[in-house]
């Protein structure tokens, strides 16, 4: 409610939501790279030993697009926004609570949720949907790379299985999964910095209860989209 309110009467703090966009992927995006790339590489080496063992080494794209792309982007972009820009975003309105400056701006008629909640929100959306895109470049790169250079596959085969089997539907669901995830840590994070209670203790204890909590309903969202998708979207050659 208070989001429509607030793009309705225009009243969205975009100086804030840009400092937060730009805050949020300075520290999300080298991490979520790193990850990435030794993750590239597991699958890889997963897929290519198994693959090797039934002799379908062809179809090792197939798979890094089912994995990658579904599942290990979304992912690891949703724990970088949760555990580093989600305790960022907890922390910083926690201590604006405890210093009452959220209740300086009630008492001067301006909203917490507007001022500071909403920009926050718009810029994990962001930060997370983008940072999807490159962590999904970063890892389909960093397997082919793997796949031709260690286990002398064939670039070819890889690329022709990954765009058989990856349709534009898969794309779009890993970026709907990330700007879902991006929505639940945001939020989680945001309401336990503005409750948190008992000082600076208090401000570390709703950090880490933002955090947990972001992860659980990240992995409980994430189960019922993946379980969904095929339902709305059938698979090729399915009736």
Not at 30 to 42: E, F, H, N, Q, T
Not at 86 to 108: F, Q
Request: with cysteine.
């Amino acid at each position: 409610m208070a989001a429509g309110r607030a793009v309705r009467k225009r009243k969205i703090a975009w100086q804030e939501c840009l400092e937060q966009t730009w805050f949020l992927a300075a520290v999300t995006s080298l991490p979520s790279i790193l990850v990435m790339i030794p993750l590239g590489v597991a699958v890889a080496i997963t897929v290519g030993s198994f693959a090797s063992q039934i002799g379908a080494e062809r179809y090792s794209g197939a798979v890094v697009a089912f994995v990658i792309i579904g599942q290990a982007a979304p992912l690891v972009c949703a724990l970088m926004i949760s555990g580093v820009g989600g305790s960022a975003i907890c922390s910083d309105l926690g201590a604006r609570k405890i210093r009452e400056e959220t209740d300086a701006l009630e008492v001067m008629g301006i909203s917490p949720i507007e001022r500071l909640v909403l920009p926050r929100v718009f810029a994990a959306i962001v930060v997370t949907v983008l940072l999807d895109g490159v962590v999904m470049a970063v890892g389909i790169g960093a397997t082919l790379i793997f796949h031709v250079e260690i286990l002398h596959g064939t670039a070819g085969s890889f690329l022709a299985t990954l765009t058989q089997y990856a349709r534009p539907a898969d794309f779009v669901l890993a970026e709907v999964k990330a700007a879902v995830f991006a929505v639940i840590a945001a939020i989680v994070a945001s309401y336990k910095g503005l409750t948190c209670k008992g000082g600076p203790q208090g401000v570390g204890d709703a950090v880490n209860e933002s955090v947990v909590l972001s992860f659980i309903l990240v992995f409980i969202a994430n189960t019922a989209m993946t379980e969904l998708y095929p339902i709305l979207v059938p698979a090729r050659g399915a009736y």
